[in-house]
């Protein structure tokens, strides 16, 4: 479960990364001289200064344990469906990004579906059945010749992909979780950006430019995950947006298959 965080004042802070894996947030520290986080310290004491996602994710672990004290039988997808349906958008909205998702969901690739309410989740755990097996769908993207394709300077290309859920095998009619695995070589990984649209026309960027990464392996079956269309129903067309946002004219790489995985309970009781 990826968790993200938020300063004392609900702001982002410096060090967060944008994902949309991320699936809710906790609060954790600011800019030097602002608040922390108070916690145990070793050899002995106490700290007021725990900071970053080192604090966050504990956080957030507490509250879990908290909520299987409650209920010892949920499962780690009933807890990702108990920390997202209660996950409280509302403080965090001030900040740019957030969008509604298919099934009207407030998510944001900073902050997930928004604060862990701790008492909200247990509340819901107590109560919660545990969800029906999950189904895995896979759908493979092949490029058309040239494969691979020649890439270069600034660019943008659309890949569409037609999804009916696996209706004749393991079917998918609620979404979980959606992975696309991408292999792709460039000059500057950091100039690459990938955005993925559902049939519900929820945009969750996967992969946003990242201005400090200057590597030139890229990617090579680079799983990238998104819980942002979290209850959609994946049938319909998927559109994969590869770019580059580079200044380098002279910039070139390499792209090749592509392919999306798929994965979700079907009992849209859920």
């Known amino acids: 479960m990826s968790i993200s965080s938020a300063t004392y004042d609900n702001h982002r802070p410096w060090y967060l990364e944008e994902c949309p894996s991320s699936i809710a947030t906790t609060y954790s520290s600011a800019n030097i001289n602002q608040p922390a986080i108070v916690t145990v310290d070793v050899p002995a ?4 200064m725990h900071t970053g996602t080192s604090a966050s994710a504990p956080l957030a672990a507490g ?36 969008s509604q998702n298919g099934v009207g969901r ?8 928004g604060l862990m309410d701790g008492g909200a989740l247990v509340k819901l755990a107590r109560r919660w059945k545990t969800v029906p097996e999950q189904h895995i769908c896979t759908y493979e993207y092949k490029l058309a010749a040239p494969n691979p394709r020649p890439i270069s300077g600034r660019f943008q290309m659309n890949f569409t992909l037609e999804v009916n859920g696996c209706e004749s095998g393991t079917p998918v009619l609620y979404l ?5 695995h991408a292999t792709v070589r460039y000059s500057k990984r950091g100039d690459l950006k ?21 590597n030139t392996n890229g990617f090579h079956k680079w799983p990238f995950l998104s819980v942002q269309q979290w209850g959609e129903d994946p049938r319909g067309t998927w559109i ?31």
């Open 45 to 48: 004491g106490c700290t007021k």
């Open 106 to 113: 407030m998510v944001s690739n900073k902050f997930g579906y």
């Open 240 to 270: 994969l947006m590869v770019e580059s946002v580079t200044n380098n004219p002279a910039a070139i790489g390499e792209l090749q298959n592509l392919f999306s995985d798929v994965f979700s309970g079907v009992d849209l009781s859920h």
């Open 176 to 180: 979980e979780h959606v992975q696309v």
């Open 63 to 98: 509250i879990i344990a908290l909520a299987l004290e409650a209920n010892p039988d949920l499962t780690w997808r009933d807890m990702q469906h108990i920390v997202l349906r209660t996950a409280n958008p509302t403080p965090l909205l001030q900040n740019p990004g957030w």
């Open 194 to 214: 990938l955005t993925l649209f559902s049939p519900s026309r929820t945009r969750s960027v996967l992969l946003p430019p990242r201005p400090q990464d200057f």
